[in-house]
Every structure is written in C-alpha cells, then in structure tokens.
C-alpha cells in the first residue's frame, strides 16, 4: 500500500515563502512521476505541478509558474514543492500525489493519471 505524508504547510505573509515535503512509502518511488494538486475551500482540487520519474520533466500550472519549484529526492523518497511569492489566492489545502504509470516521460498530467494521495497539508497566504 503506497502512503504519501506531507509535510511543511503553515501560515506566512504575503510575499513569503514556504517549501513543501512529501514522503512516499510502499512503492518504488524513483519509477513513478509525482504531483502537487490544492484544493481551496468551495473550489475544485486543480493541479499545481508534476515532475517526471527521472526528474526530467516538469509542468506547472501558469498560477505559480515561475514562483514554485518541484523537485525530487529519489535517494530519500521524497517530492518537494519550494513556494516562493506567495500570494493570497495560494491559500489551500496542498496534496502530493503518485503518478499511476511507471517511467512516463511525458508531459502529460491530468488528475485521473495519479492513483496515491497524501492527507494534504495547509498552505495560508496573509494579506
């Protein structure tokens, strides 16, 4: 059973920034692209951004393109998402996710690719 444990949320001001952690276990991590999704209350759970299995790849919402970074740790199983600039609309409930198909290398990462999902952690961005 795959499990996914973020890590890394808080409050900060506007402008600040914060960096996201998520631990994966049950799974060879290094096979598999993972993903960063939020959910804001009353809205939809939307992408944020991906990076492929290798670390190759990576696509970002255009929200935070240029703001967030993900990168992975393959040696300790783990996805990280660095936020910087952040803004009020940043606030949410931030998952990591595990891409369901091994050693993809596309560029191609809607919701329904990724089968494993963390508990979620909150992100709050003050004005």
């Known amino acids: 059973q795959v499990q996914l444990v973020e890590s890394g949320g808080g409050l900060v001001q506007a402008g600040g920034s914060l960096r996201l952690s998520c631990g994966v276990s049950?799974?060879?991590?290094?096979?598999?692209?993972m993903g960063w999704f939020r959910q804001a209350p009353g809205k939809e759970r939307e992408f944020v951004a991906a990076i492929s299995w290798s670390g190759g790849t990576t696509l970002y919402a255009d929200s935070v393109k240029g703001r967030f970074t993900i990168s992975r740790d393959n040696a300790k199983n783990t996805v990280y998402l660095q936020m910087n600039s952040l803004k009020p609309e940043d606030t949410a409930v931030y998952f990591c996710?595990?891409?369901?198909?091994?050693?993809?290398?596309?560029?191609?990462?809607?919701?329904?690719?990724?089968?494993?999902w963390g508990q979620g952690t909150q992100v709050t961005a003050s004005s």
């Open positions: 049950g799974r060879t991590f290094s096979s598999y692209g």
């Open positions: 996710a595990a891409d369901r198909r091994p050693y993809y290398s596309g560029s191609r990462f809607r919701r329904s690719d990724f089968d494993s």
